[in-house]
């Protein structure tokens, strides 16, 4: 989808052309997540995922870029993120190069403001999506933020009130067009009340058995419904067991069902289990 299509899509966006335009992408989505997405997209908020791990959490931003032909950018969380990985850094040894080469011939109060230009910055993905041209906003993804720790997320709380930041040597730029921010997190930690409050909610569980049967015909071209219902059936009992940490999640089960259609497997049996599982 071009631009023009992507805001012809936007300006005439509802809740149900969202759903059936995420299953066109074969991301099946209940009414629920179609919806909080669509509150998002309209009231310019950002909206906070939470859920099991393998859920299509982060699948949903993916998805909603490619429906809108526009760019992810995906911030990645990790213990240790800060403020100079997500946003920008100074490209040092470049500019050290360039220093060697022209100090001799230009002044140093000319040389600093040209060290500290825009050709020497390495642009982080908050950057990024601040810099956006447009006209369609990019989707942020800011993947997994329970990784993070409480003074990163701290910041960002600041960063999506204004989407804009500053930079010293430049100084502050705002956002020509805000991205549509979509935040995950598999609930390692909770989440601060405060970047709750700054963001739509929705929390992702496992499928029902009806629903996870319809990904997996969707998604896993030639799969029997025989075998369908027998994997939905094990996994589901597998995410029943007190005695598995990890449960496994949707693209647990299509990675399964992938493995079985390329090993040619008609039914789940004891040998098929015995081959699979480790």
């Not at 791990?53 to 969380?77: D, F, H, M, Y």
């Not at 040597?169 to 935040?183: Q, S």
């Not at 419904?225 to 939905?232: G, H, N, R, T, Y």
């Amino acid at each position: 989808m071009d631009a023009s299509k992507g805001l012809e899509f936007l300006k005439s966006l509802t809740v149900e052309s969202l759903m059936k335009a995420l299953e066109e992408k074969l991301y099946v989505a209940d009414r629920e997540l179609a919806t909080a997405l669509y509150l998002a997209i309209q009231m310019r908020k950002p909206l906070l995922i939470e859920g099991e791990p393998g859920c299509g959490k982060t699948e949903v931003a993916k998805v909603l870029a490619e429906i809108l032909g526009t760019e992810l950018i995906r911030l990645q969380c990790y213990e240790g993120l800060d403020a100079s990985d997500a946003i920008y850094e100074w490209d040092y040894p470049r500019q050290l190069l360039y220093i060697k080469m022209l100090e001799s011939r230009k002044d140093i109060t000319e040389l600093e403001s040209e060290i500290f230009s825009e050709r020497f910055l390495l642009k982080r993905p908050l950057l990024r999506a601040v810099l956006h041209p447009g006209p369609l906003p990019p989707v942020l993804l800011i993947d997994e933020i329970d990784r993070a720790d409480e003074e990163f997320e701290g910041f960002l709380l600041e960063f999506l009130a204004e989407y804009q930041v500053t930079i010293p040597e430049i100084g502050t730029i705002k956002a020509k067009v805000e991205p549509i921010t979509i935040l995950t997190s598999n609930r390692t930690r909770e989440i601060g009340d405060g970047l709750k409050r700054r963001c739509l909610y929705y929390y992702v569980t496992y499928p029902s058995k009806e629903k996870e049967m319809r990904i997996l015909k969707l998604k896993v071209k030639g799969l029997s419904d025989s075998l369908a219902e027998q994997l939905v059936a094990f996994v589901n009992v597998l995410r029943q067991r007190p005695d598995i940490m990890k449960k496994p999640g949707i693209s647990e089960t299509l990675d399964w069902a992938n493995a079985l259609m390329k090993l040619g497997a008609k039914e789940l049996s004891r040998e098929v289990l015995r081959s699979t599982l480790v």
